[in-house]
């Protein structure tokens, strides 16, 4: 009987390694704004529809049929079928069975369009929109730790995405080059409907402010921005890159604490309806080497200045951020250089 863990070689050609540093030993690079498909998504559980939006056929049942209705039928979920473990299941397969699949050339197949493929998956322990840094403890008025803990949990608010695939290619052709191909088409989507509820699928034009020459880092701050209503996408887009932008990097604490920092700004979505991903005007994604260094960039008063901007420009109430862990699947660029503008 074969191995169900096939040799972690370099040469095997089953590993996902194989297409990023160190293993990979042929790379190009580009200061030319890349083209990114953000493609946020939901993980496949028992949460009602009425909850979380549902793409049709996904959340898959263990014979192979979309389930209408996760939450009256939680045992039938193909991904897993006990509630307790579903979050956890859902991580370890988007990360080492989903992501290698991806990676993976079948015969025929040319994935070398795909210049970079990272996950980030995002966890509730970071920094997020809902749950600010500094944390404080829970006190009495005499200064004491309070008596019923139990009576005085504060309540979760969950983000509307739990990661984003973070694809990038040259060109906006180069996306209908790979995902027509029959392992992308049916195979790979096969795999989407299993795993997940639902997947946005807007594409973006990525501008790298802040470089990460290596592109290894651990953490990623990801902001969802939806515009103020009185501003156009264009002008939305256009002060982000431009006014805001600078703002960000002339601040001493994105300095000292952002290793990267990225704008995906909204120019399309692959296919059609994408009710969740054409809204999204734009993603600033800024990657950090510790949670710490997350939690302290956003409690300095450089970031309470740049949050200040946003405001008058970007609708709070609608837009959100969270915090995530990076995967690098794919990486054919190295170094990251600067987009030029």
Known sequence: MPSLHPSTATDNELTDNRHRPPVRTEYRTTDAPLIVTPTFLTRADNTPRAARTMDPGSTKGRHG?????????????????????????????????HGPKFAYEEPGTDNEPVLRYDQVHRFAGGPSSYF?????????????????????????????????????????????????????????????????????REI??????????????PLSLVKIHYRRPELSREEFQQRLLVTHAALVMAQPATHTYVRRYAQLHNIGSTQQPDPEGNPIDAVSVLSFASVNDV?????????????????????????????????SVINRLLPELATRR
């Open 295 to 327: 939690e302290d960039y956003l409690a300095t008063d450089d970031y309470q200045a740049v949050e200040a901007d946003e405001a008058t420009f970007i609708d709070s109430v609608r837009s959100e951020f969270w915090t995530g862990l990076n995967y």
């Open 132 to 200: 600010r840094p500094p944390y404080q403890a829970m006190i009495t008025e005499d200064k004491k730790l309070v008596r019923d803990p139990y009576a005085q949990v504060p309540a979760y608010q969950r983000p509307r995405f739990d990661g984003f695939a973070y694809i990038a290619y040259a060109a906006e052709a180069d996306i209908q080059k790979v995902l027509k191909q029959p392992q992308y088409d049916k195979r790979i989507i096969a795999d989407e409907q299993t795993v997940f509820r639902l997947v946005t």
């Open 65 to 97: 049929e979309g389930i209408e209705n996760p939450d009256a039928e939680p045992a039938e979920i193909a991904l897993e079928a006990n509630p307790n473990l579903a979050y956890e299941h859902w991580d370890e397969y988007w990360r080492k069975v």
């Open 204 to 217: 973006a034009r990525e501008y790298i402010l802040l470089p990460s020459p290596q592109h290894r880092d």
